[in-house]
């Protein structure tokens, strides 16, 4: 079933690295693509010493993305340009930015840079 709902990944295919908004928060990059699906890791932002990586279920419905299972699910919505992925229901404001396919992200200038620096 989740190859199936895989195949409706399409317009959220890519490499997202979330904004941060202070800066104790880490670097955190998620792919997401239909063959590998929904991945997530974190990174400290001055070293890039991984913290986490994560492996997320997923829903694709209408014209949102549930990533996650359980009370940790949260809803995102696509912007109109499909550059920025905006979380719905979570306490803070989240949004994730689509990193440039012809880069690399283990450039850590690079993603630092999109990550941004508060």
Known sequence: MRDSE???????????????MTK?????IMT??????IKKWSFR???????A????GFEVM?????????PSAHMYSLSANKRILNCMDCS?????????????LSDRYYARQLAGNP
């Open 6 to 20: 895989a195949q409706k990944l399409t317009p959220y295919e890519g490499d997202w690295v979330y904004q941060r």
């Open 24 to 28: 104790q928060a880490p670097l955190t």
């Open 45 to 51: 932002f001055e070293t890039m010493d991984r913290l």
């Open 32 to 37: 997401i693509w239909r063959k590998s699906q």
């Open 53 to 56: 990586q994560e492996v997320h």
């Open 62 to 70: 209408e014209t949102r993305l549930k990533v996650g299972s359980g």
């Open 92 to 104: 803070k404001p989240e949004h994730w930015v689509k990193a440039d396919p012809t880069k690399d």
